[in-house]
């Protein structure tokens, strides 16, 4: 199934920003890998993140990760943190192309 792959993963944030940023890549990551089988693998286009609430260091979150479309060449993922009570802390998305490992044309 290449679009609805999910990623879910419960973290605690060490360095607010940067640790958001490296579990929204992961969560996006994770879910895009999904929908490859092992002659194809992935390089992100670009990712963006909007912070909708203070993530102080220390704060438990869950990271979720979906594909949103999973195309031959192109893969748009989002993510999502959240804390215990299911508040939403970040939100973001992603673009990454598909590459096959022998450096062929992808799928």
């Keep these: 199934m290449l679009n609805g792959s999910l990623h879910a993963e419960v973290v605690r944030v060490r360095h607010a920003e ?3 940023a490296a579990e929204h890549h992961k969560a996006m990551a994770l879910a895009t890998l999904a929908t490859l089988d092992a002659a194809h ?5 670009d990712i963006k993140i909007n912070y909708l609430r203070p993530l102080a ?7 979720e ?10 893969v748009l993922g989002e993510a999502r943190l959240a804390d215990p009570a ?11 192309l598909v590459v096959a490992r022998d450096g062929k044309a992808a799928r």
């Design 41 to 45: 693998d992935f390089t992100t286009l």
């Design 86 to 96: 299911g508040k939403l802390l970040a939100h973001g998305t992603g673009t990454c």
């Design 18 to 20: 940067r640790s958001s």
């Design 65 to 74: 990760g979906r594909v949103l479309h999973g195309g031959r060449r192109i």
């Design 57 to 63: 260091p220390g704060t438990e979150v869950r990271a």
